[in-house]
């Protein structure tokens, strides 16, 4: 079959903003050296990328788990031009076409399945769409946001002046043009591109997948150190609408903390997010099918897996169960009846419930150790 046409604009600035990061950045640092004030700003710059593009393009704009104020929105659409990954509208299209054809080496533009250079950066390197590079009928909304339109129509001026401005002007500031044109221009913006190339190959090869294997999302916790939160991935592909990346508060999601922070200054609002009761029917779902995928290679595995079935049953009656009296603890409280709180029936019942629950749970535990060993 016959090779996608090269795409020459982009090969040429990964090519060329690559080896300057390889070797003309060493090679000053090393000849005459940068300033803390120039590491602090590529630290900061590189950011304010990042984060427009985890907390903008992916979760404000290409699943809309969140809504934003029209400043944080306008912030945002100059750091994502700034962070040189294509327009919001672009970006989200083929994002959402990720997400809808996942790991389908058609469809998805950046699937997977074609390997870690493909996933990583060798989409973009030639043009596989064709006509359909600019068919954005899956953002019919964007299209009405206006923040979207007018930084689509803007997009190359805006990063030409964020991408070779805002180095410049630093560098004019503190008399030190090369230095900051290297570190703030270039190092940032390479290290920008991969850390973010990263969520699309790295984070669906590497990792556990906690709720499903049906796509090759991942969840890892060291990636969410350089991708901003976004390392959860097997997460975010079976909850995406949901803001967070990181459920639990230890996980590293400082793009959930950021959106988080900003709805308690009244900047962000409508935070999405699945329900518990979701997240964990979800888990032990993917656990029980593990396990009996496990069971019919054991020899008596009718017998056993008859066994599980049974305890499985009840596990997923007793969580539908509590939650369901979590989820009317949670009305009582509401309506002000905090005197009798402690000694009401349905807090009784729900403390009963939650015991069972627990009980439950280890048996279910013990009985994949069980297996495990077996
Ligand atoms: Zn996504
Ligand atoms: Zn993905």
Known sequence: MKK??????????????????LLLVPWYAFTVGFTLTEIVATILCLGFCGMSITAGYHRLWSHKTYDAHPLVKFVLAIGGAFALQNSILHWSSDHR????????????????????????????????????????????????????????????PLAIITNFG???????????????????????????????????????????????????ARDNAWLAFLTYGEGYHNFHHTFEYDYRNGIK?????????FIKSLSWLGLTHKLRTASEERIEQAKTKHKMQL???????????????????????????????????????????????EADYRTSDIYLQFLELKQKLNEQKQLFLKFNLTLQTA
């Open 249 to 257: 508060w230890w996980h590293f999601d400082p793009t959930k903390w």
């Open 166 to 216: 805002i180095p410049l002007a630093i560098g004019l500031i503190t008399d030190r043009v090369i230095a900051c044109l290297l570190s703030i221009g270039v190092l940032r913006l390479v290290l920008s591109h991969h850390f973010t190339f990263f969520i699309n190959s790295l984070a669906h090869i590497w990792g556990k997948q906690t709720y499903t294997n049906a796509h090759t």
């Open 291 to 337: 396990m009996r995928e496990h069971l019919t290679q054991h020899p008596h595995h009718h017998v056993l897996l008859e066994k599980l079935e049974a305890e499985y049953e009840i596990l997923i009656s007793r969580m539908s169960a509590f939650y369901t009296a979590k989820k009317q603890l949670i009305e009582f409280k509401k309506q002000k009846l």
């Open 97 to 156: 076409n990720h997400h809808k054809h996942v790991d389908n080496n058609d469809r998805d533009p950046y699937s997977a399945k074609r390997g870690f250079w493909h996933s990583h950066i060798g989409w973009m390197l030639r043009e596989y769409q064709g006509d359909e590079y600019k068919n954005y009928n899956n953002c019919k909304d964007l299209q009405k946001d206006k923040i979207v339109v007018w930084q689509h129509k803007y997009y190359v």
């Open 4 to 21: 996608a046409p090269i795409s020459w604009l982009n090969l040429s600035i990964f090519l060329i903003t690559g080896l300057i990061a």
